[in-house]
Every structure is written in structure tokens, then in C-alpha cells.
């Protein structure tokens, strides 16, 4: 069992930055990979970025890379998603979650357990 909570989310202008975390606790592996998902209103939950629990892959959709980062810290079993640049569209909840299987990492079918979501909203 993981449990995941997300923390961060807030009202920022354009241009601006935030920084989201994900607490992991439970047993952990790692071939684990972590992502975050969004979802804006009215659309479906969509890819942004994923990272292995161990080694340095990681991997962007293609409408955030350059602009979001996600990174890990192992010893306080933390999982962050830096975003600069923020745009309007942006705009959603952002969940992390947890894949502990094979499948792809930019499919949400292929995460086993989610967070309850954080709430980023970017203004024009």
C-alpha cells in the first residue's frame, strides 16, 4: 500500500512559478516511477511528467519540458514538480501517483494509486 499527498497548488499569475511536492509513505521500490498527472475543467486527465524512484530518468509532455521538473528526494520520500513560466493554460489539478508495474509511464491506466489532487490555477 502507498498513500500520496500532494501540497503546493495555489492561484499564481502567468509568468509566475510554483512548486509542488508528493509525500510518499508506504513500501517503495526501485522500479518504481512516480508521475503527475493533471486535469483542467471539462477536458481529461492528462501526462506531465514522471521520474524513476532510483537512477535519473525522466520524462515531459511535450507542452511542459523546458518549463516543469519534476525531482525526487529519496531520504524524506518526497517527489516535486518545480513549474516556471506558468501559463493560463496550465490551469487543473495536478495528482501524483505511483506505477509499480510495466506499462507506460504516460498512461494513467498503468498508475496503481493516486493522490487527492492539488489545485493550480494561473491567471492572465
Known amino acids: 500500500q502507498v498513500q500520496l499527498v500532494e501540497s503546493g497548488g495555489g492561484l499564481v499569475q502567468a509568468g509566475d512559478s510554483l512548486r509542488l511536492s508528493c509525500a510518499v509513505s508506504?513500501?517503495?521500490?526501485?522500479?518504481?516511477?512516480m508521475g503527475w498527472f493533471r486535469r483542467a475543467p471539462g477536458q481529461e486527465r492528462e501526462f506531465v511528467a514522471a521520474?524513476?524512484?532510483?537512477?535519473?530518468?525522466?520524462y515531459y509532455a511535450d507542452s511542459v519540458k523546458g518549463r516543469f521538473t519534476v525531482s525526487r528526494d529519496n531520504a524524506k520520500n518526497m517527489v516535486h514538480l518545480q513549474m516556471n513560466s506558468l501559463k493560463p493554460e496550465d490551469t487543473a489539478v495536478y495528482y501524483c501517483a505511483v506505477r509499480r508495474y510495466g506499462g507506460s509511464y504516460d498512461h494513467e491506466r498503468t498508475y496503481d494509486y493516486w493522490g487527492q489532487g492539488t489545485q493550480v490555477t494561473v491567471s492572465s
Open positions: 521520474i524513476r524512484w532510483s537512477g535519473d530518468s525522466t
Open positions: 508506504g513500501r517503495t521500490f526501485s522500479s518504481y516511477y
